[in-house]
């Protein structure tokens, strides 16, 4: 079994920087995909970035140039560093994890709020 843990949300301005990590633990896995998701209340949770094994990434088109997604494998853990935060981006930030057996965890999600 895998557990994900996210941390690093909270309140910050408009044109503001927040970094969150998402660490994944447990025994016997390799990762292969880790994602951050975020939900806003009445709507569908959304994809934001990924990173697979290989480094190759994917970001949503209201999302780039603005975050960056980065892992450290020997860690097990992601980064999303959200630069130029703006007000829309406010939403629980979720982390995914897929391993290469494809078993599918999940974080409990952090807050993140975008407000002056």
């Known amino acids: 079994q895998v557990q994900v843990v996210e941390s690093g949300g909270g309140l910050v301005q408009p044109g503001g920087s927040l970094r969150l990590s998402c660490a994944a633990s447990g025994s016997g896995f390799s990762i292969n995909t880790m994602a951050w998701y975020r939900q806003v209340p009445g709507k569908a949770r959304i994809l934001v970035a990924s990173?697979?094994?290989?480094?190759?990434?994917t970001y949503a088109d209201s999302v780039k140039g603005r975050f960056s997604i980065s892992r450290d494998n020997a860690k097990n853990t992601v980064y999303l560093q959200m630069n130029s935060l703006k007000p829309e981006d406010t939403a629980v930030y979720s982390c995914r994890v897929v391993t290469t057996t494809a078993f599918d965890s999940w974080g409990r999600g952090t807050q993140v709020t975008v407000s002056s």
């Open positions: 990173i697979n094994s290989g480094g190759g990434t």
